[in-house]
């Protein structure tokens, strides 16, 4: 049984080879959604029954702290004005208090969702019991691939230009286990984790992106140079994994070279793969890079589970509430959900409405050097929208 079902699926260009072993085409009607909760195969926990009602997809949102609240208003309108076919869930997760009952019933809603559509949240309280809510969220739900698509927006003045670089990282440990003790008075000691077989998922999650993305090279990020045991291990297996793809090159380079690199020559990046704290780090850069915090959409992805959210994980607090705050991420991230359930004449109707009212109208807000409002923005992409369906002036 599990052969023959195995045989039907595809593999996800996102969720390539994570999963599923079978490289078989699927009905092109087969959305990546589907792929992840209607075949039962490889289950490792008992889940709770997805919220699908005639045609019609239940997102969890979790609107966050900061700049969040706004920017899911914006999305909502959008996607009010186009009829998307989604119900939102809203859960709001209050960053002030010392316990994690929040965070344990939004894991919930995107357990019985499927899917999850995210600011970042605060986590205020600095008490050693209480974790970090995006980890939490992300380690929960065996999140274990984040990847960052950034490509370059013309229509912005930035010192390069043409740059498209996917960032694929290990999402669940690393740095980020969260593991910290006082072995004696003064002196912490925190536990960098890295597993043969977490390593090994999201190596081969790289490298079936960029097969199915059309890429050329995947580059290792590392220390192994000092982290012997640890970053040796990430980097080996990526290396052995390699040898199954002979059509992609594989290199490797240190981290600390490689943020030097990506400011002075960033092209000759294409994939890159990198542990938990590198890929927060070489997020960042790229980001700045390419116009700064507001423009670029992350995905998290699991076998079973998909949250998406800006790609810099900032909060934006300073700027809350006035009108100021960059929405692109946001929409961006939307319309990355939006492709994954499959509905993707809703998305490519956003896509290219953000794409006009960045490159041709050059409405954008004062963090990439323009004079909008949020709202102007926002008006601006409608606008688009509108005269993408026909409905234009």
């Known amino acids: 049984m599990a052969v023959r079902l195995l045989s039907k699926l595809k593999l996800i260009p996102?969720?390539?080879?994570?999963?599923?072993?079978?490289?078989?085409?699927?009905?092109?009607?087969?959305?990546?959604?589907?792929?992840?909760?209607?075949?039962?195969?490889?289950?490792?926990?008992?889940?709770?029954?997805?919220?699908?009602?005639?045609?019609?997809?239940?997102v969890t949102m979790?609107?966050?702290?900061?700049?969040?609240?706004?920017?899911m208003g914006y999305v909502r309108d959008i996607f009010k004005y186009i009829g998307a076919p989604v119900d939102f869930e809203v859960v709001d997760i209050d960053p002030d208090v010392?316990?994690?009952?929040?965070?344990?019933?939004?894991?919930?809603?995107?357990?019985?969702?499927?899917?999850?559509?995210k600011g970042n949240i605060e986590t205020k309280s600095e008490a050693a019991y209480v974790t970090s809510r995006n980890v939490a969220l992300r380690n929960e739900l065996d999140m274990y691939a984040y990847v960052m698509h950034c490509k370059s927006y013309p229509g912005l003045d930035t010192r390069h230009k043409?740059?498209?670089v996917a960032?694929?990282?290990?999402?669940?440990?690393?740095?980020?286990?969260?593991?910290e003790h006082e072995s004696v008075h003064g002196v912490i000691e925190s536990m960098k984790v890295v597993t043969a077989s977490n390593s090994e998922r999201v190596a081969r999650f790289a490298f079936e992106y960029a097969k199915k993305n059309g890429r050329k090279?995947?580059?290792?990020?590392?220390?192994?140079?000092?982290?012997?045991?640890?970053?040796?291990?990430?980097?080996?297996?990526?290396?052995?994994?390699?040898?199954?793809?002979?059509?992609?090159?594989?290199?490797?380079?240190?981290?600390?070279?490689?943020?030097?690199?990506?400011?002075?020559?960033?092209h000759q990046f294409d994939v890159m793969l990198m542990t938990n704290l590198y890929g927060s780090i070489v997020s960042n850069v790229v980001c700045g890079?390419?116009?700064?915090?507001g423009l670029l959409s992350g995905r998290n992805y699991g076998e079973h589970y998909a949250v998406f959210e800006p790609g810099t994980r900032n909060t934006g607090t300073a700027i809350a509430g006035k009108n100021i705050a960059n929405p692109i991420a946001m929409i961006n991230a939307s319309v990355d959900m939006l492709?994954?359930?499959?509905?993707?004449?809703?998305?490519?109707?956003?896509?290219?409405?953000?794409?006009?009212?960045?490159?041709v109208d050059r409405i954008f807000t004062p963090d990439v050097g323009g004079t909008a409002s949020s709202t102007d923005v926002v008006k601006a992409i409608i606008g688009n929208i509108g005269q993408g369906l026909g409905h234009g002036h």
Do not use: W
């Open 14 to 58: 996102e969720l390539g080879g994570a999963a599923y072993s079978s490289s078989a085409a699927a009905p092109a009607t087969v959305s990546d959604f589907d792929i992840q909760h209607k075949t039962p195969v490889i289950r490792k926990q008992s889940h709770i029954p997805k919220a699908h009602y005639g045609g019609r997809h239940a």
């Open 62 to 71: 979790l609107p966050g702290g900061g700049i969040g609240p706004e920017c």
């Open 98 to 117: 010392d316990n994690d009952e929040d965070v344990q019933y939004a894991i919930t809603t995107i357990k019985r969702n499927g899917v999850g559509l």
């Open 162 to 164: 043409d740059i498209d």
């Open 167 to 179: 960032i694929i990282r290990q999402n669940t440990e690393g740095e980020y286990a969260m593991l």
């Open 217 to 266: 090279k995947v580059t290792t990020v590392h220390k192994a140079n000092i982290m012997k045991i640890s970053d040796g291990l990430f980097l080996e297996t990526s290396r052995r994994l390699a040898k199954e793809y002979p059509e992609l090159e594989h290199n490797d380079m240190i981290i600390d070279n490689c943020c030097m690199q990506l400011v002075a020559k960033p």
């Open 289 to 293: 890079l390419l116009g700064g915090a």
């Open 339 to 359: 492709e994954h359930l499959g509905h993707h004449f809703h998305a490519d109707l956003i896509r290219g409405a953000v794409t006009k009212t960045i490159n």
